[in-house]
């Protein structure tokens, strides 16, 4: 079969399509075959070895999480599932074990989805069927930046979040979203940040108003809009360092939400603050939810780019290099 490889750490420059062995079911797993899946920035993290102390990486190393497909073969053991059902969700490299049981109990591991075909386990709730009617491409780009809006909205309990000032930081990207329209739904006032071509995308989003990250100070402009601070901001975007400054637009006793690696450290930040850093979780249910609220237009298609499995290592580089709005997803 066909797959993205990575034959040592790097960027994507050590990306390639190679031909490689058809990765065959165990106990307890699925073979799927794979008709969408997504790039993400964490595969690239994974990638640069920056991790790898944490989540050392085997090579060849086939990258890949979230995914749409078709289940193929069945592992010994393996019930509730039938060759020819469609199915979505996410899976981390098996590699990265101590990483997944934070996405799932069980964890949810794969041979990587950048490929033609990938195993799974089976008893995970961070895979489930994919609903009639919604679309392969849709499906696969959903879950990692689903979840880890759910987990931030999740955060901001409903009457914390109705009627609060919300800033988001980098909006436009995958997370941005869907926090954008959860957010906007639980009634906050979102204030969302991009370039100016991304303005009537970010308000069909839910935004209420948008700054140009790139003419203006965020932060400052932001300040300037409500000088006694806002209520909540939502980072997607800055590493933790750089939140030191930001935080101070927000109101005493306000709240920050960090979705970006690296995690802020807690003791830098004023005393009253409300601190937390989310990460994509998948508990019952969840996947199920994001497929309603795609098929019912609470969730909007954010699909930016898409890319055939052949130009999958362009696509990776495009994160790197180009402006990210939406998701950008490959079919194989």
């Known amino acids: 079969m066909r797959a ?19 990765p065959r079911p165990g106990p307890g797993q699925l073979q799927v075959r794979i008709r ?91 895979i489930t069927r994919r609903p009639v009617g919604l679309d392969p491409a849709r499906a696969a780009s959903l879950p990692i930046a689903g979840l880890t809006a759910l987990a931030l909205t999740r955060a901001l309990p409903p009457a914390d979040a109705d009627g609060a000032t919300v800033l988001v930081l980098g909006a436009a990207g995958g997370v941005g979203g869907a926090a954008v329209p959860l957010l906007a739904a639980a ?15 970010l308000r069909g989003l839910g935004a209420a108003e948008v700054v140009d990250h790139r003419a203006v100070d965020p932060v400052a402009e932001t300040l300037r809009r409500y000088p006694d601070g806002i209520d909540t901001l939502v980072n997607l975007a800055l590493p933790g360092p750089a939140l030191v400054a930001a935080s101070r637009v927000l109101r005493p006793g306000g709240r920050l939400l960090s979705a970006a690696f690296p995690s802020p450290d807690p003791a ?64 194989p």
Request: glycine share 12%.
């Open 187 to 201: 009634g906050a006032q979102v204030i969302a940040t991009g370039i100016p071509a991304d303005e009537r995308y």
């Open 268 to 331: 830098l930040f004023a005393a009253g603050l409300t601190l937390a850093t989310v990460y994509a979780t998948a508990g019952p249910g969840d996947l199920a939810l994001l497929a309603r609220s795609a098929l019912d237009g609470l969730l909007p298609d954010t699909i930016g780019r898409r890319y055939r499995l052949d130009r999958a290592p362009v696509g990776y580089a495009d994160l790197v290099d180009r402006h990210v709005r939406g998701k950008f997803v490959v079919t």
């Open 4 to 22: 993205v490889v990575a034959r040592g750490y790097g960027g994507p420059e050590v990306l390639a399509v190679e031909e490689v062995p058809e």
């Open 36 to 126: 969408a899946t997504a790039l993400n920035p964490a595969d690239l993290r994974t990638l640069s070895g920056v991790l790898r102390d944490l989540t050392p990486l085997t090579f060849p190393h086939v990258p890949g999480s979230d995914f749409a497909g078709t289940v193929t073969e069945l592992g010994a053991g393996v019930g509730g599932y039938h060759p020819g059902d469609e199915v979505f969700g996410v899976a981390l490299p098996r590699a990265t074990g101590r990483m997944a049981s934070m996405l799932s109990d069980p964890p949810s591991l794969t041979t990587g989805t950048m490929a033609e075909y990938a195993v799974f386990e089976a008893d995970t709730p961070a």
